[in-house]
């Protein structure tokens, strides 16, 4: 049996819409400093697969599932190294202050930028101190999950999985209010 | 969009918003990330990554950029097929290229209509919520004066960017950072047009956290 990401394929792997759909998940994704890099980011994350798929397989080639799973991680190895780099910048400004310019911040605005990270902290205050069931069905509910969707990735019944993301939720306010977050 | 709708889009964009990573050297390796959105992981290991991606902004943004690049290849069918294509601009396959995939897609989303089979796509309420649709008439051709593009709004875009292109993917203009959902195109950029030309535009809405939301591609035709 040949696993999916094994699995070789007589079709020559299509690197031109990956890089079209990586370009455009980055877009859609991540913050403006890391979306406006897309293109480069993409860029070496598919030569580093690339060069992978030449050392280790020779001619083979592979499933497009394969190839987008191996691409995604090199991106991501490319933006965790961007990452490192940017914290040390902003730390080295001093972010306790709390009004340095982040440039890792979609918000154009300085305040509105640290008003959004203050908020983005309590939440993850919160989601540590929720039951962990709770924790799950709510973290994946601010992940963009659909409820159903919850519930298969989770192993739930789509009842439990609305009654927890709804209980969850509402701790969640709870929490956020108790800190002095309205939402 | 509900009260609840929209609180939940703030806190998500709050979710979202950039946070230093607690300990990078904790944080789980990218193939371990798309195995658990994919949900290919054991329940302990799933659990323990979503216990991460709880309380590490940088993994939980890994998180939704795989769910959103397993999300990309796998809605490309979404589009209607004959009328709209997917796709950002400057990186369309010629027209034929086009027509074949959306008489492949007619044929594969009817099949998967009839039997209601196939592998379950992961749907997310807030591209649900926020897919941009074109508010053109139908079937009826651009004027060369007065044009207006018109679309559906998105809630909580900052702004809107648009861009139009001829078949032949040549620009024929954009404009960006607009407010409204609609766009005045100039008399002067369809004055070179011949009349008959086929129009290809799309829009981006910029959210507030910096995100966007692309639309299909829409077509016009010039009078």
């Given at each position: 049996m040949v696993s999916d990401s094994q699995q070789i394929t007589g079709e020559a792997p299509d690197f031109t819409q990956l890089h079209r759909d990586l370009v455009r998940a980055v877009d859609r994704v991540c913050p403006r400093w890391l979306a406006d890099r897309a293109d480069d980011l993409v860029q070496v994350a598919l030569m580093r697969v690339m060069e992978i798929q030449r050392k280790r397989e020779g001619t083979a080639e592979f499933s497009s599932s394969y190839l987008k799973k191996a691409a995604y991680s090199a991106l991501i190895d490319e933006i965790r190294r961007l990452r490192r780099r940017q914290e040390v910048s902003i730390e080295s400004d001093g972010e306790e202050g709390g009004t340095v310019f982040d440039?890792?911040?979609?918000?154009?605005d300085p305040e509105r930028a640290s008003a959004s990270r203050q908020i983005g902290r309590a939440i993850r205050d919160c989601l540590g101190a929720m039951v962990p069931p709770r924790r799950h069905a709510v973290t994946l509910n601010l992940q963009g999950h659909s409820v159903p969707e919850i519930g298969r990735l989770l192993g739930w019944t789509a009842k439990k999985a609305e009654n927890l993301v709804y209980r969850g939720m509402a701790d969640l306010r709870g929490c956020l209010g108790s800190k002095g977050i309205q939402n | 969009m509900s009260q609840d709708d929209q609180q939940l889009s703030k806190l998500r964009a709050a979710f979202a918003a950039p946070a230093a990573a607690?300990?990078?050297?904790s944080c789980p390796a990218p193939e371990t990330i798309w195995a658990a959105v994919r949900g290919e992981l054991p329940p302990r290991e799933l659990r323990e990554v979503v216990d991460h991606t709880a309380v590490c902004a940088a993994c939980a943004e890994d998180w939704r950029l795989a769910a959103e690049l397993i999300r990309e290849s796998s809605a490309a069918p979404a589009a209607v097929p004959g009328k709209v294509l997917q796709g950002r601009f400057g990186?369309?396959?010629p027209l034929t290229a086009a027509a074949a995939l959306a008489a492949g897609l007619l044929i594969a989303v009817g099949i998967y209509r009839l039997g209601d089979f196939g592998p379950k796509q992961p749907t997310y309420r807030e591209a649900e919520s926020t897919a941009i649709r074109s508010l053109m008439p139908a079937d009826q051709p651009l004027p060369r004066q007065g044009a207006v593009l018109r679309w559906s709004p998105v809630a909580g875009a900052e702004s809107y960017d648009v861009r139009v292109s001829t078949e032949d993917l040549r620009l024929v203009l954009t404009a960006e950072s607009r407010k409204e959902p609609s766009y005045a195109i100039p008399e002067s950029a369809l004055s070179s047009l011949a009349p008959g030309t086929k129009l290809l535009w799309q829009v981006d809405a910029v959210l507030p956290d910096g995100s966007r939301r692309s639309s299909p591609t829409f077509s016009a035709v010039v009078r």
């Open positions: 440039p890792a911040s979609p918000e154009p | 607690p300990n990078p050297e990186r369309w396959r």
